[in-house]
């Protein structure tokens, strides 16, 4: 079965930098589609960056130049390099993925388009 595992995750002052991994094993498609959402306390899970088929990639306007995501194909893994971070981007952050093609730009930001979903890593940025 496809397991996604999240890590990276701890505590930084504002404006420092911090990168979450997502591996991802019990590989059943030869790509995927995949994406970073966040959730904080009382407030809805939000998406953050994707990157879907062809390496198409989308930012939400909230993280756009201060965020990059990237992947690394031969090691299965996910990244989300987060610079100049603020308290607002505290929030547990998951990784998630479905079955994708070069053909086919992916669910992007869009929730309920990804069937694969990790535990999540908890990101805390104190002032």
């Known amino acids: 079965q496809v397991q996604l595992v999240e890590s990276g995750g701890g505590s930084v002052q504002a404006g420092g930098s911090l990168r979450v991994s997502c591996v991802v094993s019990g590989y059943t498609y030869s790509q995927y589609c995949m994406g970073w959402f966040r959730q904080a306390p009382g407030k809805e899970r939000e998406g953050v960056a994707a990157?879907?088929?062809?390496?198409?990639?989308t930012y939400a306007d909230s993280v756009k130049g201060r965020f990059t995501i990237s992947k690394d194909n031969a090691k299965n893994t996910l990244y989300l390099q987060m610079n100049s971070l603020k308290p607002e981007d505290s929030a547990m952050y998951y990784c998630?993925?479905?079955?994708?093609?070069?053909?086919?730009?992916?669910?992007?930001?869009?929730?309920?388009?990804?069937?694969?979903w990790g535990q999540g890593t908890q990101v805390t940025v104190s002032s």
């Open positions: 990157i879907g088929g062809a390496s198409t990639i």
């Open positions: 998630a993925a479905v079955g994708c093609s070069p053909y086919w730009l992916g669910p992007k930001l869009r929730q309920a388009g990804y069937n694969y």
